[in-house]
């Protein structure tokens, strides 16, 4: 098991352009989610889903968008890069959803937006 | 929304002692907590579940309690290695959500 794979592991964008993070796990998982993750701030959930054709936004949804064609990959759009997007990405899933169902991470993509 | 304060400044402990880590919340109280270990450039990795009904829990070295009256969960490392040091993060559930907290770092120093 690869667990969850997260593409690419550094990107850095100009203000304005757009990018697509991928995210797939081979756990057979129903949850999935984004967070992301700035100096003292701890993980902020973006947007979630609880299987596929099904998604929700989290904390800290705005300038991004989700989809979930399938069970394995849930990617995480940016559209028109803004600086405050710069940032580590974090995408997770769990079997079950919360609150007893451990998350999986994978090793996060760090995103630069100048 | 949930908010959760882990100690906000780094620890640092010579090998061979005990860290104890602080996690904190506020509002609800949830039926569960999760403690995570995220080393640098990597993505946090599940540790210990404790449930609200469930005083303390034990894992190897790690032993994690849970009080819903102070609303506080206490993460213990005994005899601590070099090995240990991380940044450890306490994740409560609500709705759909997990919250975290911002971490502590150990450094455990040889």
């Known amino acids: 098991n690869a667990g969850v794979t997260q593409t690419p592991k550094f990107r850095i964008l100009k203000i304005g352009q757009s990018m697509t993070l991928q995210c797939a796990q081979d756990?057979?998982?129903?949850?999935m989610y984004w967070y992301r993750q700035d100096p003292g701030m701890g993980l902020k959930l973006i947007y979630y889903?609880?299987?596929?054709?099904?998604?929700d936004k989290g904390e800290v949804p705005n300038g991004y968008n989700v989809s979930r064609s399938t069970t394995e990959d849930f990617p995480l759009r940016l559209e028109l890069a803004a600086p405050s997007q710069t940032s580590v990405y974090f995408c997770?899933?769990?079997?079950?959803?919360?609150?007893?169902?451990?998350?999986?991470f994978g090793n996060g993509t760090r995103l630069t937006v100048t | 929304s949930q908010k959760i304060e882990q100690n906000s400044e780094a620890l640092n402990i010579q090998e061979g002692k005990t860290a104890t880590l602080t996690c904190n919340y506020t509002?609800?109280?949830?039926?569960?907590l999760q403690w995570y270990r995220q080393d640098p450039g990597r993505g946090p990795v599940f540790l210990l579940l404790?449930?609200?009904?469930?005083k303390e829990k034990r894992k190897e070295r790690l032993k994690v309690t849970f009080d819903t009256t102070l609303k506080q969960s206490l993460f213990h490392i005994t005899a601590s290695q070099p090995a240990d040091s991380a940044t450890y993060l306490c994740?409560?559930?609500?709705?759909?959500?997990?919250?975290f907290g911002t971490g502590t770092s150990l450094t455990v120093i040889p």
């Open positions: 404790i449930r609200e009904n469930e």
């Open positions: 997770a899933s769990s079997y079950a959803g919360p609150p007893s169902s451990p998350l999986h």
């Open positions: 509002n609800y109280s949830p039926a569960y």
């Open positions: 994740a409560l559930a609500g709705g759909n959500q997990f919250y």
């Open positions: 889903s609880v299987g596929a054709g099904i998604t």
């Open positions: 756990m057979n998982h129903n949850y």
